[in-house]
């Protein structure tokens, strides 16, 4: 079953601007992972943040976390034509070593 | 050069047969994972094996089987009893030791069965 849900399910934007994703889910985490799918191609990694985590950065990675909301956000910044890819949302629960990945958001960044 | 390698890129089968899907990872990973991907959809879990000679059954395992006899390889075999086959197939592992959960991927099989 999928429990991240990532919001919007497609962004476009120009290149320089933030790009600001969000994922929501439903049941109590261990951590959240982000990850980047270019078109065809393997997940890469971007950031993790635990569940004790609010907020953490990555060079022009911002990711925050709301356990209370149950939500999480990805910002973005000064985007690249080179950022244009899928983004998801992954969590991870308790002792399980399983990632639940949401659908991604699609994200387009015009040179 | 280390990382996970899955083969071929892109396989086409006919219905009825069945077909294996190689991966294979040098990062010496205890833990092991076959991922589907369908169009503009997120990635949901078919197999993971956490050691050698052991693997469970993710969320949509029916009509798919694995083995893990080395530690390198976990290869996915995708039966002919599996409803709708065609779709991007991702492996990917991971350390068990420490607080990393980071998962690695390989770049994917695309199958497509007619």
Redesign the interface.
Known sequence: ??Q?EEDPQALSIQEGENATMNCSYKTSI??L?W?RQNS??????LI?IRSNEREKHSGRLRVTLDTSKKSSSLLITASRAADTASY?C?T?GGSN????????TLLTVNP | DGGITQSPKYLFRKEGQNVTLSCEQNLNHDAMYWYRQDPGQGLRLIYYSQIVNDFQKGDIAEGYSVSREKKESFPLTVTSAQKNPTAFYLCASRRLAGVSYEQYFGPGTRLTVT
């Open positions: 079953s999928q991240g261990n951590n992972q990850y065809g191609r393997g997940l890469v990694h993790l998801f992954a991870v070593y399983k990632l639940t990945f949401g659908k991604g």
